[in-house]
């Protein structure tokens, strides 16, 4: 049996802790969650996640272990693999960097993503639908700003000069965010992030298994 079982959906927030299971040479397996059958809502699976929601991963080195959060589940992947090279040393500034980032990307920029993508969730009558999700759009545009711009700022990647899952997360996250009005690849400093991740065999293999189509990101 495989250390771990990751529950998914092509492309979606589990494609950053299967890269980051990637990168750390794990022994695992895919476990797809069918969501337009309604998997998410399968009596089995919402016993796993409650949330209904994609990933989850049973870490079986643990008993089991079941743990839901995509942000989380990378930091998890990182204290099982602390040479995988996911995360700068502990107590480093590097360290706290893509802390910062990887809790910013989940809370504020995955956050705003899923209220663009699903507007109708955020209205009671649809006439408010294209509002909600111009708002989202907006707040979008500024936090793609801030993100690019702390990039020039650093370097080549979230935590300085070099890589850690923060930049996988925000690839995945630029992905979704293909066709805003102003794609994050029309910042310069995103534009070379999102190659220097999709340039690595570990992404590559799991975008790849997953069935996402090149180029990745638009
Ligand atoms: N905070 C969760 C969010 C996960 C999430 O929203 N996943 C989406 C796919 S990208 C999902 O399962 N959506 C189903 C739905 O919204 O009904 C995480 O980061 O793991």
Redesign the pocket.
Known sequence: MSDYTLFY?PG??NIAPHVALEEAGASYELSLVD?KSGG?RDAGYLALNPN????TLIDHTLGDLVI????AICLHINDRHPDAGLLPPVGTPERARALQWLIWL?NTL?AEL?VYH?PMRHVTEDAAIDTVRAKANERLDSQFAIVANALEQTGAYLAGQDYSIADAYLTMLCRWAGRLAKPPRTYPALNRLVDAVLARPAVDRAYQTEGVKLPYVA
């Open positions: 959906f979606n927030a969501r998410l209904a929601r994609v990933p839901y959060e995509a942000a989940t995955q899923l699903y």
